[in-house]
T-cell receptor, first 113, second 110 residues
Framework: EAQVTQNPRYLITVTGKKLTVTCSQNMNHEYMSWYRQDPGLGLRQIYYSMNVEVTDKGDVPEGYKVSRKEKRNFPLILESPSPNQTSLYFC????????????FGPGTRLTVT | QQPVQSPQAVILREGEDAVINCSSSKALYSVHWYRQKHGEAPVFLMILLKGGEQKGHEKISASFNEKKQQSSLYLTASQLSYSGTYFCGTEIGGSYIPTFGRGTSLIVHP
């Protein structure tokens, strides 16, 4: 089944404790992206990657890091999480620059206390 | 820059129609529409490219007015399954990587 998976689905952590949210897709998509969703603010892009070893900042990249060492994986790293990073995070992928439909993962709900 | 969606919320009864608007301050190359049901991930509905072409998806259709930098999503004879949050995403350069608006919550009652 074609899908985007994220782990963990739920995470409660404390301020300053490094964490990684994994994202993996099995559709051989070139493009992958991370979004955060907050009430009333919609979906805001954090980082995106056009292909392996190619990443770029989205609209709200502060406090986040990403890497793209393999085509299928695009982990999101929070080196020192803060409470304002409490949010619902979505990973998405699509087939490339000429493809339009993004496929979203199920989401990761992160709470930083 | 996020596009502006209006209204923020719509409450309907089954069978009624709704229109959701999306506007941008920049010239657009494409407009993307997604729907997110409660507790689920957003799902792609359709894309409109510059040229004013109107596209449809069952009873959901959309238009794109390039000159006004606006798009509208039309939901005809709403069904309970239409409930959710609708996001428009706008894109200016042909990358098909949209910037999403804040969303419009649509609630359809029996």
């Amino acid at each position: 089944e074609a899908q985007v998976t994220q782990n963990p689905r739920y995470l409660i952590t404390v301020t300053g404790k490094k964490l990684t949210v994994t994202c993996s897709q099995n559709m051989n998509h070139e493009y992958m992206s991370w979004y955060r969703q907050d009430p009333g603010l919609g979906l805001r892009q954090i980082y995106y990657s056009m292909n392996v070893e190619v990443t770029d900042k989205g609209d709200v990249p502060e406090g986040y890091k990403v890497s793209r060492k393999e085509k299928r994986n695009f982990p999101l790293i929070l080196e020192s999480p803060s409470p304002n990073q409490t949010s619902l995070y979505f990973c998405a992928s699509k087939g490339g620059t000429t493809m339009v439909e993004q496929y979203f993962g199920p989401g990761t709900r992160l709470t930083v206390t | 820059q996020q596009p502006v969606q209006s209204p923020q919320a719509v409450i309907l009864r089954e069978g009624e129609d709704a229109v959701i608007n999306c506007s941008s301050s920049k010239a657009l190359y494409s407009v993307h529409w997604y729907r997110q049901k409660h507790g689920e991930a957003p799902v792609f509905l359709m894309i409109l490219l510059k040229g004013g072409e109107q596209k449809g998806h069952e009873k959901i259709s959309a238009s794109f007015n390039e000159k006004k930098q606006q798009s509208s999503l039309y939901l005809t004879a709403s069904q309970l399954s239409y409930s959710g949050t609708y996001f428009c995403g706008t894109e200016i350069g042909g990358s098909y990587i949209p910037t999403f608006g804040r969303g419009t919550s649509l609630i359809v009652h029996p």
